[in-house]
């Protein structure tokens, strides 16, 4: 048996940074290299899971891909990412390359920890954790501390003992980073790219590699190979949790919520979602993915909305014996109403 260590690659990165779309683009480019791949989303509905499966690469067939639907991976590494990994670890065909997506919420630093697990170091070692950002949404100041609105989150819940849980999650993400991918390039101009190329510098201490892509077209020979055994510097990547609470303190994502929205047909979805995006801006929602049902369309519609950004297309055919629903996954910051929110949706039918 080949006892070298099997390398695998972390993506992260913010909710609806494009991590799905670069790892569909990875598995049709990875040349010869078996991939397996282990997919987390907060808020599962498995609609990665489902983009990942649908394209179809020979490379990474359905068998290969893990879906780890209990939560956020960071908070779930030993019930479910160790037995997973060690699943994986004990097939008879290994894989030559692991990808790992986290969920838009998780912070890395606990998921590479667990690779220091005594079960996982002998097989496994980190090539590299890649962070992918939405460089349109930093462009918009997403990601920079709203002080009033924390200040006044502060006023209401005096437990809060940190800033704004966004900008916190998105510097956790960048300082764990060995490659960061400024993604959807295509969406600001150069200008506007030079401001969020420096911001992203200035939000970590260390000094990884900044690249810029479009569509997570970047090819895979930069994405795998990295070769930087992370597990080993983990020290050197603390969170801002692991630094306020260096007892041990586990985190866990009390700042966000998720919800499932079912709603029936949608007849004129052109319609549907313009009144969407007036729901998602009034409610301030960060995140809604998801299918819908066109009458008369043998083809699903599949929802993508990153803040106020609403992509639509038709991914694939409703299968024989599947039944045909609109449903989506909402998420938010805790404070959002999900009883309103809801509401708000579901008049929109
Ligand atoms: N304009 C533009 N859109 C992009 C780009 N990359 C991804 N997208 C779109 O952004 C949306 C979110 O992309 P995903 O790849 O699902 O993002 P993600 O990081 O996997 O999202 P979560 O898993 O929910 O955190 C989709 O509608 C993508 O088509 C890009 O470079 N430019």
């Known amino acids: 048996m080949n006892q070298e260590k099997i390398p695998a690659t972390v993506i992260t990165g913010f909710l609806g940074a494009g991590k799905t779309t670069m790892i569909r683009n ?61 699943k994986l670890l004990e097939r008879d065909s290994r894989p030559d390359h692991i990808v790992i997506e986290t969920s838009g919420l998780a912070l890395p630093q606990p998921l590479v920890a667990a690779f220091n697990w005594p079960d996982i170091r002998t097989h496994v070692t980190v090539d590299g954790v890649i962070t992918v950002v939405d460089s349109a949404a930093v462009a918009a100041g ?74 997570g077209d970047v090819p895979a020979a930069i994405l795998l190979g990295l070769g930087i055994g992370t597990e080993g510097d983990i020290v050197n990547r603390k969170s801002h949790h692991e630094l306020e609470h260096e007892d041990g303190t586990p985190h866990d994502h009390d700042e966000f919520d998720s919800f499932v929205v079912e709603l029936g047909p949608i007849a004129d979805p052109a319609a549907f979602i313009d009144a969407l995006k007036g729901v998602i801006v009034e409610h301030d929602v960060l ?45 938010g910051l805790h404070e959002m109403d999900e009883t309103i929110v809801r509401k708000a949706i579901e008049a929109l039918v």
């Open 26 to 86: 990875l598995l049709q480019n990875a040349g010869g290299k078996k991939i397996a791949l282990i997919i987390n989303e907060f808020g599962d509905l498995g609609v990665d899971g489902d983009v990942l499966k649908g394209c179809g690469a020979e490379n990474c067939t359905e068998d290969d891909i893990i879906e780890l639907t209990n939560g956020c991976i960071c908070c779930t590494v030993a019930d479910d990412f160790i037995p997973t990994m060690t």
């Open 142 to 215: 997403r990601f920079a501390d709203d002080h009033d609105a924390v200040e006044a989150r502060r006023v209401e819940d005096d437990s809060l003992d940190h800033e704004s849980p966004i900008e916190e999650l998105f510097e956790d993400q960048l300082t764990c980073a060995d490659l960061i991918v400024l993604n959807k390039t295509d969406l600001i101009d150069v200008d506007g790219l030079g401001r969020v190329r420096a911001e992203v510098a200035s939000r970590t201490a260390r000094k990884p590699t900044i690249i810029e892509a479009k569509n």
């Open 287 to 331: 995140r809604l993915k998801g299918f819908v049902d066109v009458p008369g369309k043998p083809m699903r519609l599949q929802v993508q909305a990153v803040g106020s950004r609403i992509d639509t297309y038709f991914d694939r055919a409703w299968t024989p014996g599947e039944a045909r629903a609109t449903r989506f996954v909402v998420i």
